[in-house]
Structure formats: C-alpha cells, structure tokens
C-alpha cells in the first residue's frame, strides 16, 4: 500500500502498523487537511452571538476579584419564585411526575391560559390552539420557524430585544429594522412601517411592554399598528409580551390579538419569566390560529418532545399567585422612581419615565458611542449595563440598566454622579 493513499479507512490502517515519526507526521498532514475541507452551517456562523449574553462572563469575572462591581445588566428578577409554585414542583417529582407529557402541553395549563387570555387580554384562543414551550424565546423561534420561508422579511421595531433579527436569520428569513426615534418618544408612526414594507414582508414583531425602552402602546402607536395591518392583509403578528404584568401608575396594556380583524393573524407569545419570576423554570408558551399551531406542533415533536411536566405543574400553581406578582410590581415601582429621582441631579443624563418592564433606558450627552460608554462605565465607575447599540440603537447613546435592588441603585447613581463629574462624557 503507498504512503500517500487517500482512502481514510486504509490510510487509519496503515498507521496502525506503522507506528512511527514518519507515519504519525504524515498522518497530522493528512487530518489537517480534511479538517480545512469540513464546512459547517454557514446561515448559523453568519449570525452574531447575543450582545447581552456574550458581555456577562466579563462582568461575572470581574465581580469575582471585585465585589463593589454593580451588575445591572441582567434581564430577570431578582425575587424568588412564588412558594406554592415550587411546593408543586417538588410534590409532583416525588409522586413520580417525570414522564412524557402531551406535546402541546398539558391540558389544564392550557386551559388556565386560554381562559387568562380570554378574560385579560380579550383574546379568545382555543386550548387546543396554544402550545407551552421552554421558555418565551423558544416560543419566538417555534413561531418564525413555522411562517417563514427564505425570503421572506420580517419587521421589528428599534430599539429591540436582540434576538429578534437573529432568529429570524436562523429561521430563513431577513430582518428589516424599523429604528424609532428617542427625540419622538419611540412612536411607531404607519409612515415608518409603510417604508419597511415590500412584497416579501411576511412577519412584523412587535414587543409591548417594551425590552429595553419600558414603552408601552399609545393609541396613536395602535393607530399605526393598525393602519399597516389592515393595508398589509397577508402580514402577520407576533406579539412579544412577557412584560405584560409589570406596568406603572396604573396603566393599561392593550393586546393587538383583541381586535377581532386582526386575531387570526396575530401570534401571542408569553412566558413565565418575567411576571412570576421563573426564568430558569424555561415555561413560556404561544397562541396562534389553527393552522400554525399545527405547523408549530411539527416542529415541537421532532426538537423538544414536551416541555417538562412537573414544571408545567408549577405553572399552572403560580398562574394564581397574583399577590406575588403584584408584590414584585409595586417593588419594581418603587426602584423605577429611585432611579427617576436621582438621575434628574447628573447633568449630561436623562431618563423618561418608563410605563413597565424593568429596565432604565438611559440617554448620554456624549459623542461617544454606547459600546465605548458601556465599557468605560464598568471599568471606570464599575457598573456593568447593555450598550444601547445592541438594541438596534444607533442614533443616540443609550445604555440599558435593570432595577437592581435598592442599594445597588443607590450605589451605582452615586458611581454613575462621580464618573460624570470627572469628565466620563467628555
């Protein structure tokens, strides 16, 4: 047999019996070069990893060596779990509650979902028409993956929850960002979605209470919303709304899936995470027409099987802690006046009163970008927030700070003051 034989399994054999430096160098010659010719998944490799993911171990790091560090960067409570909702759980583990369940999830919590959307949201989905999910991105990603086709275009509104354009290109489809404007207080305007259209628009997302700015819909903004629609009737909605329950000064969401012209083209997606402080539970869920929810099953049993039982379990308990829930709303209040209050006394920093959701959208006066402004606040003023650009947030330079606890709020306007006044803007 030559050397030089290109044949893998006869190659393998002949350097099993020739044990030697030749041989060996040879071999990693010849494994080298295979390994140049491998290819990989290029839609998946041409996709950027999550801005907010990629930026935590840095910051997680540094705390380790520094305790002063403020991390305000993370995108989830910082309560426990309701009681009653973990009792459950672990009840339904010792009775053997760790099977197989029914693909679409189980029937109870489906039904307690499809009344809750009913009677809440005004949005009268079958049981049979919603599937619970691990988690509300998954959620998101079961819906694009079930309408979209290559080609297709999908709107989402700037600035946005970094997923959306990402898993639209997982999904085959194209992100088109429309990029609201701060100085306009982030309106949707129809002139705006008018000029993101085009035949192959398939999919427009749509995310209220709104991740990062904490806006919700404005009547004018549903206006818009469904003056497009109704000049667009083959696009399709999917409506992000896992902050619905953390609203202030008693404020009212509006579901774009109660409006009877609309329902049967608007995808709900929703989670447990945020309102009943459950994300590592991984229970989210969507509800959409017939025909979807079919496709979407498809997919389901051939990726996830089911969501965990015993989990579903638990959230279908926790869906009735609503003290709990209004116990972290009003909590989450309060910290949102502290950071209003003492923000007005930093010059060159402005913060509007978000409506829900629980993050500080705040705006620099600086000519510095928001990648830049970000790293200089860890390093310098040690506190850790999402650069603004990451949301699609080119215009001005915005950085997303969640409300931490209340100390850590205090701590970080104190640092935030001091970096401001030794020129941290300049």
């Known amino acids: 047999m030559k050397v030089n034989d290109k044949n893998n399994l006869q190659y393998h054999a002949f350097c099993r019996l020739n044990h030697n430096k030749i041989s060996i160098k040879m071999y990693g010659r010849y494994h080298k070069k295979e390994t140049k010719k491998m290819k990989y998944n290029k839609q998946v490799m041409g996709i950027a990893p999550s801005k907010s993911v990629a930026m935590l171990p840095k910051v997680q790091k540094m705390q380790k060596t520094d305790p002063e560090i403020i991390n305000m960067m993370a995108g989830e409570p910082d309560f426990d779990s309701s009681k009653p909702a973990c009792e459950e759980v672990t009840q339904q583990l010792m009775a053997g509650y760790n099977h197989y369940t029914e693909a679409k999830g189980n029937q109870d919590l489906r039904d307690a979902i ?250 620099f006066d600086t000519k510095k970008s928001s990648a830049r402004l970000a790293e200089e606040l860890l390093e310098k003023a040690k506190i850790a927030g999402l650069p603004g650009n990451a949301y699609g947030e080119e215009e001005k330079c915005c950085i997303r700070f969640s409300f931490a606890s209340e100390e850590e709020i205090r701590a970080m306007l104190r640092n935030l003051k001091r970096f401001v006044a030794e020129g941290g803007l300049e």
């Not at 989402?156 to 290109?169: E, K």
């Open 114 to 363: 499809a009344k809750k959307l009913k009677d809440e949201n005004n949005a009268p989905y079958s049981a049979d028409h919603i599937l619970i999910t691990p988690g509300g991105k998954y959620a998101v990603y079961l819906a694009m993956q079930a309408l979209l086709n290559p080609g297709d275009e999908v709107i989402w509104l700037t600035p946005g929850w970094v997923s959306y354009p990402s898993i639209t290109q997982l999904c085959g489809g194209t992100p088109v960002a429309v990029h609201l404007k701060y100085d306009e207080d982030y309106a949707i305007t129809y002139e705006a979605l008018e000029a993101a259209a085009s035949p192959n628009t398939k999919l427009l997302v749509i995310n209220y209470p709104n991740n990062p700015t904490g806006k919700i819909l404005s009547e004018r903004d549903l206006e818009a919303l469904t003056a497009f629609l109704r000049n667009h009737p083959d696009v399709f909605v999917l409506s992000d709304e896992v902050y619905e329950k953390i609203v202030y000064d008693d404020r009212k969401v509006v579901s774009i899936a109660s409006y009877p012209e609309f329902f049967d083209r608007v995808i709900v997606v929703n989670s447990f995470s945020k309102a009943f402080a459950m994300t590592g539970w991984r229970v989210g869920y969507i509800a959409c027409n017939a025909e979807i929810a079919d496709i979407a099953l498809k997919i389901f049993q051939h990726t996830i099987s089911c969501t965990s039982g015993f989990l579903q379990k638990g959230a279908l308990t926790a869906l009735s802690c609503t003290d709990k829930t209004e116990e972290m709303r009003r909590e989450f209040e309060h910290r949102r006046d502290i950071f209003l209050a003492g923000i007005q006394d930093i010059p060159g920093v402005e913060l509007k009163a978000p409506e829900g959701a629980f993050y500080a959208w705040v705006r």
